[in-house]
């Protein structure tokens, strides 16, 4: 069954989650309490992903098997209606059964009714042929056609009945065909009624089956889902822990622009919530996509960044360090834009003037870049955060980086 195919799946799949838990105990401690973090917090990355794909293949199994339940409780069903309808179908059978036996029961107490009389008048009718009242009965008739009425009454009376009850025989005879007929039928129906109570009981077992599956799938999804919470739990204490050393870091000036990419990403993800500000100001225009001040229903292009005001001439910093891939100025406006590179990670500075960087130098996090610009909308940094993945950039929410 392809539920119980999913279930063993699904076992492997968790066999993997614990795999890397039981290798870790036999794993040596590292001396770089930060570097045994990263490695901690990478073993707890797979875990957490490989317990989300379990789940994920058990709630597909989940609705396979609510699927095949279903369909297993619809057949029952319908078998059932079948059943009852075999039932109703005998329950006619029989009653015509029960009709036509009656009616036999009554042509055979006529039947013996016109036999006794039959008997009755041909004992008479020897009899009265014997004796002289016969013969009397016989010369007092007042014509020869009245003598021969009288002569054959008798035997008259007898064909009758004999006619009578050769009827009777005939048609008990019809009737009993008839109540085989109908006993044939009604054991074909009680045969097939038979094998539809197999059918149901058999479906029966495959409902129990799938239910006792499922049961156990929604037992362990909430086991798995337990332990995703404590490991997301876990993982959520550990990166405070991260962060906690790499803002000591950043407070402390420590150059963390050189060394390899990987390690520049992962640093700048556990800094999350703890960046500082490019500057010093007020947002004014949130990230996404925002509706009109003024103009009802009217939604404003979305805002890929934040929008900081400034007082005028403000010094702009680096929010992390990395390395100055880019500085772009503007043909007509003049507006420049510088963008750093952290690994997977980017930080672009729109609208600034006087720029103390230049592209290709490796700079510190809090590190002076750049002013920013005077414009006619007055002094607004526009800050913008992006993730590259394959060729792909996703643009974040800055105000989910920065210290609050």
């Known amino acids: 069954m392809i539920l119980f195919r999913r279930y063993k799946k699904c076992i492997l799949l968790l066999s993997l989650v614990f795999l890397p838990a039981i290798s870790c105990l036999y794993a040596q401690p590292l001396n770089n309490p930060k570097e045994n973090l990263s490695n901690e917090r990478k073993q707890f990355e797979q875990d957490i992903a490989l317990i989300e794909k379990s789940l994920k293949s058990i709630e597909s199994s989940q609705i396979a098997g ?11 069903k319908q078998r059932r209606r079948l059943v009852n309808n075999i039932d109703k179908q005998i329950d006619t059978l029989q009653k015509e059964i029960n009709e036509k036996q009656q009616t036999i029961k009554m042509l055979q107490d006529e039947l013996k009714r016109i036999k006794e009389s039959y008997a009755s008048l041909l004992v ?10 016969w013969m009397m009965y016989i010369m007092a008739s007042e014509s020869v056609a009245q003598a021969y009425k009288r002569t054959r009454y008798f035997r008259d009376i007898l064909y009758l009945l004999q006619a009578q009850a050769n009827e009777i ?18 054991q074909r129906l009680e ?32 086991k798995l889902r337990k332990e995703l919470q404590e490991k997301k739990e876990s993982f959520d204490q550990l990166n405070k822990s991260l962060s906690s050393i790499y803002r000591n870091e950043l407070e402390s000036g420590m150059d963390i622009s050189a060394g390899d990419m990987p390690l520049i990403t992962e640093r700048f993800e556990a ?24 103009y009802e229903n009217i939604e404003l292009p979305e805002n890929k960044g934040i929008d900081i005001q400034t007082a ?16 772009i100025e503007m043909p007509k406006t003049g507006e420049k834009t510088i963008i750093i590179r952290h690994g997977a990670y980017t930080s672009v500075y729109f ?54």
């Open 271 to 294: 800094s999350k919530g703890y960046l500082p500000w490019p500057a010093i100001g007020t947002i004014v225009s949130k990230f996404g996509k925002h509706l009109h001040p003024y």
């Open 169 to 186: 025989i005939t048609m008990s005879n019809l009737l009993n065909n008839e109540i085989t007929d109908v006993a044939r039928k009604q």
């Open 312 to 327: 005028k001439n403000a010094e702009v910093y680096a929010i992390f360090g990395g390395k100055v891939t880019q500085i």
């Open 191 to 222: 045969d097939d009624k038979t094998d539809k109570d197999k059918e149901v009981n058999n479906l029966e077992t495959e409902e129990k089956k799938s239910k006792t599956v499922l049961s156990n799938l929604q037992r362990k999804e909430a």
């Open 66 to 76: 609510l699927n095949e339940l279903t369909l297993i409780e619809a057949k029952i």
């Open 124 to 133: 008479q009718y020897y009899n009265m042929r014997n004796k002289e009242d």
């Open 351 to 404: 609208r600034v003037d006087k720029i103390f960087v230049k592209k290709g130098d490796d700079i510190k996090s809090r590190q002076r870049i750049a002013t920013v610009a005077n414009t006619s909308e007055g002094s607004v940094l526009h800050l913008e955060i992006r993730k590259t993945s394959g060729k792909r950039n996703m643009e974040l929410n800055p105000e989910h980086w920065l210290l609050k």
